[in-house]
């Protein structure tokens, strides 16, 4: 399944530096969404934009930047991170964002690693 | 608060059934989805349910009473393919998806 692209799969950056993970669905869908994965903890909602306009921001500490240039793509930016920041981020789209029964569709995530 | 409950492993044989259960508390209802996530891959749709009653897709099957707030994915015939977890996730009144931390699940041959 190539529906949902991330990249980089991989990225390892210090406490100072400036990094951006992009995600790219190539599914039709209006809805895209961040979400942070940890080892053994349930997935948590970051960030969710329907129609590029951002719908939903869970509390996510203002070091983590989003960025949705049009229904495709959609960015995150890191500054300044901490290292329990480490972790799966996953990016997912679905049609919309407000119906129940929309399945969202993931892409392969980025494992960021915080020294 | 909202919570979801899932145990965190379980391991089956080949060729055997396994049934990994899911129970929910939450603010509002709007459906309750499974995926499968291999190892360092993306979570992959495997079923929705928003009515009660059993759902059968293949090898797979679901399960949902919403008034004993649980569900549960049927696995049959497993293969070594099937090592993988197993994530619950709700619809909330919100319609957000609330997850559980997912069911490791150990095929053994």
């Known amino acids: 399944e190539t529906g949902v692209t991330q990249t980089p799969r991989h990225l390892v950056m210090g406490m100072t530096n400036k990094k951006s993970l992009k995600c790219e669905q190539h599914l039709g869908h209006n809805a895209m969404y961040w979400y942070k994965q940890s080892a053994k903890k349930p997935l948590e909602l970051m960030f969710v934009y329907n129609f590029k306009e951002q719908t939903e921001n869970n509390s996510v500490p203002s070091r983590f930047s989003p960025e949705c240039p049009n229904s495709s793509h959609l960015f995150l930016h890191l500054h300044t991170l901490q290292p329990e920041d480490s972790a799966l981020y996953l990016c997912a789209s679905s049609r919309d964002s407000g119906v129940g029964s929309d399945t969202q569709y993931f892409g392969p995530g980025t494992r960021l690693t915080v020294l | 608060g909202q919570n979801i409950d899932q145990p965190t492993e379980m391991t089956a044989t080949e060729g055997a059934i396994v049934q990994i259960n899911c129970t929910y508390q939450?603010?509002?209802?709007?459906?309750l989805f499974w995926y499968q996530q291999h190892a360092g891959e993306a979570p992959t749709f495997l079923s929705y349910n928003v009515l009660d009653g059993l759902e059968e897709k293949g090898r797979f099957s679901s399960f949902l009473s919403r008034s004993k707030g649980y569900s549960y994915l049927l696995l049959k015939e497993l293969q070594m393919k099937d090592s993988a977890s197993y994530l619950c996730a709700v619809v909330d009144s919100n319609y957000q998806l609330i997850w559980g931390a997912g069911t490791k699940l150990i095929i053994k041959p």
């Open positions: 939450t603010s509002g209802f709007n459906g």
